[in-house]
């Protein structure tokens, strides 16, 4: 998944009138300001009651359904490989959002003051904060890839990370 890539998908969400941020990887990358690293795919949070507004436009660019594990999140790809990780959100009134998790009781959590902006080969984008990327990499034993992400945060945000 390249800077290109990324900036296509969220040019066809925007144009679709749907709101997202990125996360994952390329959510650091952005809030970094830079591409640190190869990335497999691009992890998005959507607001789920956009979902067929999403799904419409990424199905007209190619992209197709190869993994629901719904409410929590699914997968499409591309005919090219690439792969997109959606998560849906339910927003509150005070701009707050939960995500669904595996158990029902303990959904992810979404201040809303999370929702920030970054740059992607100069261009700003919807984003979540560096403090919410680092609450996500904690309980489980981080990948070098993940290691690597907390160090970019430390280096450019000056933030205590889990790892």
Excluded: K, N
């Excluded at 640190?36 to 949070?45: E, G, N, V």
């Excluded at 009651?49 to 419409?56: G, H, K, S």
């Excluded at 007209?60 to 999140?73: H, I, L, M, Q, S």
């Excluded at 999370?114 to 680092?134: E, L, Y």
């Amino acid at each position: 998944m390249t800077a290109e890539h990324v900036l296509s998908v969220l040019g066809l969400l925007h144009d679709a009138g749907a709101d997202v941020w990125i996360a994952g990887g390329w959510g650091i990358d952005a809030l970094v300001g830079e591409q640190t690293r190869d990335h497999r795919d691009l992890d998005l949070l959507h607001r789920g009651d956009q979902e067929p507004a999403v799904l419409a436009a990424l199905g007209g660019a190619g992209f197709a359904e190869t993994a629901d594990w719904r409410p929590v999140r699914f997968v499409l790809a591309a005919p090219d490989g690439r792969e997109l990780d959606l998560h849906p959100l339910a927003f509150a009134a005070d701009g707050s959002a939960l995500q669904a998790s595996a158990d029902p009781a303990h959904p992810f959590s979404y201040p809303a003051g999370c929702f920030v902006t970054g740059t992607v080969a100069g261009v700003r984008v919807p984003c979540i904060s560096a403090a919410q990327q680092v609450h996500f990499h904690q309980g489980y034993e981080p990948a070098g890839h993940d290691r690597q992400d907390m160090a970019h945060l430390r280096r450019v945000f000056g933030i205590a990370t889990h790892f």
